[in-house]
T-cell receptor, first 112, second 113 residues
Framework: QKEVEQDPGPLSVPEGAIVSLNCTYSNSAFQYFMWYRQYSRKGPELLMYTYSSGNKEDGRFTAQVDKSSKYISLFIRDSQPSDSATYLCAMRGTGTASKLTFGTGTRLQVTL | GAVVSQHPSWVICKSGTSVKIECRSLDFQATTMFWYRQFPKQSLMLMATSNEGSKATYEQGVEKDKFLINHASLTLSTLTVTSAHPEDSSFYIC?????????FGPGTRLTVT
């Protein structure tokens, strides 16, 4: 079993839809959770990072963490064609040099 | 803030030659940098962790004599792919850690012919 599970998609939604992206994990040592957006042939761009269980909102993006269920989500409201990208969840334990463990990424396509 | 650059962005080399990729943190000091490789439609795989002034820590299965990492300063880490072969063709990405966040460079696409 992988430490982090993420549906690779692709996920296709119409413009304006609410998108829900999810990851589950098995390692309870993970304490920090991130979502990255990666456009084709580019490096990942940090979108959100959270520590506590609960919700964190930033513009059209909401990150949700449920540590008891080992489940994290990223919601995108009013999705735009420019949101079309691969979304990677990542997580790590404590310690500044603790390495990130990534999900496989979900490819999102927002259509006009 | 928190900008990481990589150079070159794209390189083609012949089999058997060596290629050096640079990773720089432009506006912060990074005591730790990470090197990843990514195959098409796959996630990032950590290759090694690079600490300024000390030897890099390689992940299991990564040949340290083939992928030489040097972290000479708080803003620069280099990855040298020695005696490159076509199977080394990949997208190489570095990241630099700041507190509990890592910022990624734009990546270097290596093609070995």
């Amino acid at each position: 079993q992988k430490e982090v599970e993420q549906d690779p998609g692709p996920l296709s939604v119409p413009e304006g839809a609410i998108v829900s992206l999810n990851c589950t994990y098995s390692n309870s040592a993970f304490q920090y959770f991130m979502w990255y957006r990666q456009y084709s042939r580019k490096g990942p761009e940090l979108l959100m990072y959270t520590y506590s269980s609960g919700n964190k909102e930033d513009g059209r993006f909401t990150a949700q963490v449920d540590k008891s269920s080992k489940y994290i989500s990223l919601f995108i409201r009013d999705s735009q064609p420019s949101d079309s990208a691969t979304y990677l969840c990542a997580m790590r334990g404590t310690g500044t040099a603790s390495k990130l463990t990534f999900g496989t990424g979900t490819r999102l396509q927002v259509t006009l | 803030g928190a900008v990481v650059s990589q150079h070159p962005s794209w390189v083609i080399c012949k089999s058997g030659t060596s290629v050096k990729i640079e990773c720089r943190s432009l506006d912060f000091q990074a005591t730790t940098m990470f090197w990843y490789r990514q195959f098409p439609k796959q996630s990032l795989m950590l290759m090694a962790t690079s600490n300024e002034g000390s030897k890099a820590t390689y992940e299991q299965g990564v040949e340290k004599d083939k992928f030489l990492i040097n972290h000479a300063s708080l803003t620069l880490s280099t990855l040298t792919v020695t005696s490159a072969h076509p199977e080394d063709s990949s997208f190489y990405i570095c990241s630099a850690g700041q507190a509990y966040e890592q910022y990624f460079g734009p990546g270097t696409r290596l093609t070995v012919t």
